[in-house]
């Protein structure tokens, strides 16, 4: 039900949401998502430990994502310098929907 509220409500623009595990560095995680808020709708910012080592990535869930999910990666490449991996978390369900994940901040 929830999935579906949110696929209504955003219809097709696609929803960036970014996690962090630096405190230290949130203004400039604000910057970032300041940059990505002219492609994209950024809903949330979460600071999420880092408990179980996940590295910087992007992650997508569908595969009907993949192209957006490489197009969103260049671009907070071209903002921060910093490379991240793709991960299909493989729940079609879920539209228009990436998670930006970062190890650490910028």
């Known amino acids: 039900m929830i999935v579906q509220t949110v ?8 929803r960036v ?9 949130k203004s400039e995680i604000d910057d970032l998502a300041s940059h990505l808020k002219d492609y994209y709708l950024i809903p949330l ?8 080592g996940y590295t910087n990535k992007i ?6 994502d993949l192209e957006k999910a490489r197009d969103l990666s260049k671009k ?10 793709l ?5 079609p369900k879920i539209k228009n929907t990436i998670e ?3 190890k650490n901040t910028i």
């Open 76 to 85: 907070v490449k071209e903002i921060t310098g910093i490379d991240f991996k």
């Open 45 to 52: 910012i979460n600071f999420v430990e880092n408990k179980s």
């Open 87 to 91: 991960k299909n978390i493989n729940q």
């Open 59 to 64: 992650r997508y869930y569908s595969n009907n």
């Open 17 to 25: 949401y970014i996690q962090y595990s630096n405190k230290t560095n």
């Open 100 to 102: 930006v994940w970062f």
């Open 7 to 14: 696929n209504n409500i955003a219809k097709n623009k696609l």
